[in-house]
């Protein structure tokens, strides 16, 4: 016979926040935030474990903890506001429709009356013809309830793991066109579902609409593993130098990749009568065990437990877990059986489909209802050991701001928003936006700064990138960044003189051209006169008045004659000795680099020369690199792009990137100005990036240790497999955990062998450590490629087809059609 839900359903009302069931149970119901996945160390989760058993002790007698996670299958569609570059638009088509398990946890505590009777199978309120309360609540009975329950929330949130928000009226009720949260049970529908009414039938099982559910319990003791603890090893990603650990129920959680409900119950009760309860138990197994070898292995049993009840002072509860999974494809039924009986099997359970009692236990898990779940399918255990069955995680979360670069959940690939700059500043994990990347060839390395880089380009950040290798050359031409790099045909210019339109001669600026023109004029082991830098900066201050006062170009050459046809005249007016300062000595040495000589094109550009209004600028050091006179001044004059930008562009983000190329520039005496950079431009909303593939120029570089890792609260690492053999010296340096390692050295260990990625390790100011993926659109993957066939190929249709855009988006088109 039909029913209406209305006239079955166990709730009566929904006021001041809470559940009100027909039988007078009360239900405040809390909305969860818990860990994200594989972000926990053992020692972690044990804490974690330890803060659930405190908050089940101060819950009250006849009280009972329902812990529904739920986990819904889903695909993502992008949801962009402002207008997309061509590389994100590729980025969004790529994974729109990737699937991944979508998560809610709501913990919901009860409080049923003290005098009612437990409910079993066969006195479920879903099988009486009238339900009336029996008690009507009094004021200060409810009061203490909401005093246990803000204890409850306050111990779980002094954890630092998890945030409980109390659901309000409008969440538990329906609205016109949402489902509140009671109707998304019954019904099973999805946060974003629109109100929709379906057929519930318990005639094979659990049916709901079009749905078919199976139910698999965990209520007998015989049934449950025989050790269970807060953590357990997770051997995909575990070497055997470390030990990966997730929480011991989380396969049952996100790692049961199918539409399920984890429902957990704990009851609390009266504990002198549970324990009262159990040795009258005792003692009829004690008469009856010479009867029965069952019997005698029971009456060890209860007394094992009776005497840890005692010995440890355990408070003893009674449990329940389930797993409610469902497939709208009925052809899939058993697929779905099987995955359910796998992961139960995994943590060495004996999986039980309900079918007689299923529509009892479904009932019960209508929130608010949680006082009339059958007692006779509950088992009788201790807090701690209950508390190892809960879920304690969640899938990756994306970063709250608008700000942040698009990487991979590491289980299903579904792109998150990661902010490794701003947020970690404003939550006090991180005190600078210093990043330090280690990565060998050919592990990703390439492909992830190319990622960053860009993610920072289009947030608006001025971007400087010191590069030996050429590996940024295809998003540069990308976004139509200036490309410095130096071949005999096109030689590397600048243009140190040039002064921006509405820019002004600042005492910042002459200090970057002095110390250019004394690096030009003197020898590494020479030092100048204070008189010689005197006559400079009156040069410097005399040569643009008199810029200002004609129309010559600001550039090295007309300097050079400047200082031949009208300093050379203020020298002798002033009566400036040759000792305190030798024009001709100056003049002579400088004559290379003024026309004619053999490096006059070096600081004479005449274009590309407005480097402080550009956002993307790479220098090439490549073929420069071992050059004793060009990587000097090249490198000198990056210092002042850089240090210009950082000072004079407020309140815009600034990055310097430095690649391979830094081993070269410590040697030529740049060491103290890399110091400088990384203790100093966290003041000027800049961030400093160094990036290196070898273990060893960790170890032996003394800059590395003590300026850059000591102040890069970030730390980026790829692929360390071939090194997991001295990945402790590794870990010391860089000053990483235990759980730190373990994540480090499962990069990449079990990879989804039909999608092609890479896996990073990112640390957080040793404090909040994930391992993403890097996975890129056809796209984005032929702009950042660092293969010499596929970068020539680009190279060619760019110039066959007029840019890069246009290069990308073909031969993208044309690889997806070759590999259908």
């Not at 009860?110 to 013809?129: A, I, Q, V, Y």
């Amino acid at each position: 016979m039909e029913k209406l839900l209305d006239e079955m359903l166990p709730i009566m009302d929904v006021e001041h926040d809470l559940i009100l069931s027909r039988q007078g149970d009360v239900t405040i119901v809390f909305r969860a935030q818990l860990p994200e996945i594989f972000t926990l160390s053992e020692p972690q989760y044990d804490a974690f474990h330890q803060s659930w058993i405190k908050a089940v002790k101060v819950l009250p007698n006849h009280a009972v903890l329902h812990k529904q996670d739920w986990f819904l299958a889903n695909r993502f569609t992008a949801n962009r506001r402002e207008a997309a570059s061509f590389l994100s638009r590729s980025s969004d088509q790529f994974f729109t429709g990737r699937p991944y398990l979508e998560h809610e946890c709501f913990v919901m505590l009860t409080k049923s009356p003290g005098e009612r009777k437990l409910s079993n199978s066969l006195t479920s309120n879903l099988l009486r013809t009238s339900i009336a309360p029996k008690q009507t609540l009094r004021k200060a009975i409810l009061d203490d309830f909401l005093d246990s329950a803000g204890q409850f929330k306050r111990i779980l949130e002094d954890s630092g793991m998890m945030r409980l928000a109390q659901l309000r009226d409008k969440d538990l009720l329906s609205q016109t066109r949402r489902a509140g949260l009671i109707e998304r049970y019954a019904f099973l529908l999805t946060a974003n579902d629109q109100r929709l009414l379906r057929d519930i039938t318990f005639e094979k099982g659990i049916q709901i609409g079009d749905r078919r559910c199976s139910l698999y319990t965990l209520a007998d003791a015989a049934d449950l593993p025989g050790l269970c603890s807060a953590a357990t090893t997770y051997e995909r990603y575990s070497t055997d130098r470390t030990k990966f650990s997730i929480g011991f129920a989380t396969l049952l959680g996100e790692l049961l990749h199918c539409d399920h409900i984890y429902n957990q119950y704990i009851f609390t009760a009266d504990s002198e009568k549970t324990l009262k309860r159990l040795e009258s138990k005792r003692l009829r197994l004690q008469s009856l065990s010479l009867y029965a070898r069952e019997n005698s292995l029971a009456l060890d049993a209860a007394n094992e437990f009776l005497n840890e009840a005692i010995r440890e002072q355990r408070l003893p509860v009674k449990a329940h877990f389930n797993v409610l999974a469902w497939t709208d494809d009925h052809s899939s039924v058993k697929e779905l059986k099987s995955r359910v009986s796998s992961a139960l099997a995994q943590l060495d359970t004996s999986a039980k489909q309900e079918s007689a009692g299923a529509p009892q236990i479904f009932w019960a898990g209508i929130p608010g209802n949680a006082a009339d779940f059958p007692i006779n399918d509950t088992f009788d255990t201790f807090a701690e050991q209950a508390a190892c069955f809960l879920n304690l995680e969640a899938p990756y979360r994306s970063s709250q701001g608008p700000f942040g670069i698009r990487l991979g959940d590491r289980l299903t690939g579904k792109p998150v928003l990661v902010d490794i700059s701003d947020e970690p500043i404003r939550a006090g994990i991180c005190t600078n936006r210093n990043k330090f990347i280690l990565g060998p060839s050919g592990s990703g390395k390439s492909f992830f700064t190319n990622h960053m880089v860009r993610a920072y380009y289009e947030s608006g950040a001025h971007i400087v990138l010191v590069d030996v290798g050429h590996s940024y050359k295809g998003l540069c031409d990308m976004v139509s960044g200036y490309y410095f790099t130096y071949d005999e045909k096109n030689p590397i210019r600048f243009n140190p003189f040039f002064i921006a339109e509405g820019d002004v001669l600042d005492t910042e600026k002459k200090e970057s051209i002095k110390t250019l023109l004394l690096a030009l004029w003197k020898k590494d082991d020479e030092t100048f006169k204070r008189s010689e830098y005197v006559a400079l900066s009156v040069a410097l201050q005399r040569y643009y008045e008199h810029v200002g006062k004609s129309s010559i170009f600001p550039c090295f050459d007309t300097f050079y004659e400047f200082l031949q046809s009208t300093f050379i005249k203020v020298l002798q007016e002033d009566k400036v000795k040759e000792k305190d300062f030798d024009m001709g000595n100056f003049l002579y040495v400088l004559r290379p680099y003024y026309k004619g000589g053999e490096f006059d094109y070096l600081l004479n550009a005449r274009e590309n020369i407005d480097l402080l209004s550009e956002r993307f600028i790479v220098f090439e050091l490549d073929n420069i690199k071992e050059h004793p006179i060009l990587f000097p001044i090249v490198t000198i004059i990056i210092m002042e792009v850089f240090i210009s930008k950082m000072r004079k562009l407020s309140g815009i983000r600034k990055v310097i990137l430095i690649e391979e190329a830094w081993k070269a520039i410590a040697k030529e005496g740049m060491a103290e100005y890399i110091k400088y950079l990384f203790k100093t431009v966290r003041k000027f909303f800049g961030e400093a990036i160094v990036v290196t593939q070898e273990v060893e120029d960790i170890i032996s570089s003394p800059i590395v240790k003590q300026a850059i890792i000591n102040n890069s609260d970030c730390k980026i690492l790829l692929d360390q497999s071939k090194y997991q053999n001295k990945f402790d010296q590794i870990q010391e340096l860089l000053g990483l955990t235990e759980k730190e390692k373990s994540l480090v050295l499962s990069v990449n260990k079990a990879n989804d062998p039909l999608l092609r990625y890479k896996e990073v390790f990112i640390s957080l100011g040793g404090m909040l450590s994930k391992v993403y993926r890097t996975e890129v659109s056809m796209e984005e993957y032929l702009t950042y490629t660092t293969e010499q066939t596929e970068k020539l190929k680009v190279q060619q249709y760019a110039q066959n087809l007029g840019s890069m855009e246009a290069a990308v988006g073909a031969l993208a088109k044309e690889m997806r059609e070759k590999n259908q």
